[in-house]
């Protein structure tokens, strides 16, 4: 099993930059993948970016470009740099992870772009 906690969300003006981090309860570089999801008011679920065992990563249309989804395995985190924010990007941000074929999820950090 794996617990994830997810930290550094907040109010960020258009245009700003923000950085999410997820510390994960196990050596993240047993684990296949790890991703970030987020959620807008109204909105289903849906996936940002991911990156696999090896550095290989995907990311949304949405938001290529723009974030930068990392691992750091000294500290057993994943991390999302969010630069250029929008007033869309607004969402409940989630942090996955994909473990010997289970899912597990963090209890999300609050993203707000506003001015």
């Known amino acids: 099993q794996v617990q994830l906690v997810e930290s550094g969300g907040g109010l960020v003006h258009p245009g700003g930059s923000l950085g999410l981090s997820c510390a994960a309860s196990?050596?993240?570089?047993?684990?296949?993948?790890l991703g970030w999801y987020r959620q807008a008011p109204g909105k289903q679920r849906e996936l940002v970016a991911t990156?696999?065992?090896?550095?290989?990563?995907h990311y949304a249309d949405s938001v290529k470009d723009r974030f930068t989804i990392s691992r750091d395995a000294s500290k057993n985190t994943v991390n999302l740099q969010m630069n250029s924010l929008k007033p869309e990007d607004t969402a409940v941000y989630y942090c996955?992870?994909?473990?010997?074929?289970?899912?597990?999820w963090g209890k999300g950090t609050l993203v707000t772009v506003s001015s």
């Open positions: 196990k050596n993240i570089s047993s684990i296949y993948a």
């Open positions: 996955e992870a994909d473990d010997d074929g289970m899912d597990y």
């Open positions: 990156i696999r065992t090896g550095g290989r990563t």
